[in-house]
């Protein structure tokens, strides 16, 4: 890749699929209905998919590290009907009181933006004009801490967090599906050089 990717990062728990709570089993696995459309749309106007996850049942014994690459090996088996792929995956296994060796401190745990900043250099993204979407405070203080666009949905989580979000980042975007988010991203980068 000599140039910089355009990307969007993507929470899974409730805004991908639903929140199950400590998803465990494969077949708990169920994507919103507009969800494999916007990753298509998003996929065609040249955004990168990059899932970033905190997994903290890995620091807690209720599975693998595995697991977690399982569930997107199937994620995406399911999206395959719809000719869509979700590039890149990169999870959080550490909980500070979970087991060793996952009990630590870390830099990947959202709101810290390890895992965006690896993702820069392992795929050589432009931050520029990227996007976050997740569900939680934590989503939209991670894209703060690595000056990228937020987006709130009140999907999964998101109708709790949205007065605190709203209170601590006004200018966050709140849409109540991941289509209208998808929306707003393509419009947002029309018409821009790079887009």
């Known amino acids: 890749m000599d140039d910089q990717q355009k990307v969007v990062f993507l929470d899974r728990d409730g805004v991908l699929i639903h929140d199950v709570h400590y998803l465990s089993q494969l077949e708990d696995i169920q994507f919103y209905p507009d969800?494999?459309?916007?990753?298509?749309?998003?996929?065609?106007?040249?955004?990168?998919?990059?899932?970033?996850?905190?997994?903290?049942?890995?620091?807690?014994?209720?599975?693998p590290p595995s697991f977690v690459s399982?569930?997107?090996?199937?994620?995406?088996?399911?999206?395959?009907?719809?000719?869509?792929?979700?590039?890149?995956?990169?999870?959080?296994?550490?909980?500070?009181?979970?087991?060793?060796?996952?009990?630590?401190?870390?830099?990947?745990?959202?709101?810290?933006?390890?895992?965006?900043?690896?993702?820069?250099?392992?795929?050589?993204?432009?931050?520029?004009?990227a996007y976050m979407i997740g569900d939680k405070m934590c989503d939209v203080e991670l894209a703060h801490?690595?000056?990228?666009?937020?987006?709130?949905?009140?999907?999964?989580?998101g109708r709790e967090h949205q007065q605190p979000v709203l209170q601590v980042y006004p200018s966050t975007p709140v849409f109540s599906s991941f289509s209208q988010?998808?929306?707003?991203?393509?419009?947002?980068?029309?018409g821009r050089p790079d887009s």
Request: with cysteine.
């Open 35 to 63: 969800v494999p459309d916007g990753l298509k749309r998003l996929q065609r106007s040249g955004f990168l998919l990059v899932v970033i996850t905190n997994q903290s049942g890995v620091a807690r014994g209720y599975f």
């Open 70 to 129: 399982d569930c997107h090996a199937r994620m995406n088996q399911i999206l395959a009907s719809n000719r869509v792929t979700l590039d890149h995956l990169y999870f959080c296994p550490h909980y500070h009181s979970g087991s060793a060796p996952y009990n630590i401190d870390c830099e990947c745990r959202k709101p810290a933006p390890g895992m965006i900043f690896r993702a820069r250099r392992e795929l050589n993204l432009s931050l520029q004009h």
């Open 145 to 157: 801490n690595a000056d990228i666009t937020g987006i709130l949905l009140t999907t999964g989580q």
């Open 181 to 190: 988010a998808v929306d707003y991203i393509i419009s947002s980068t029309k």
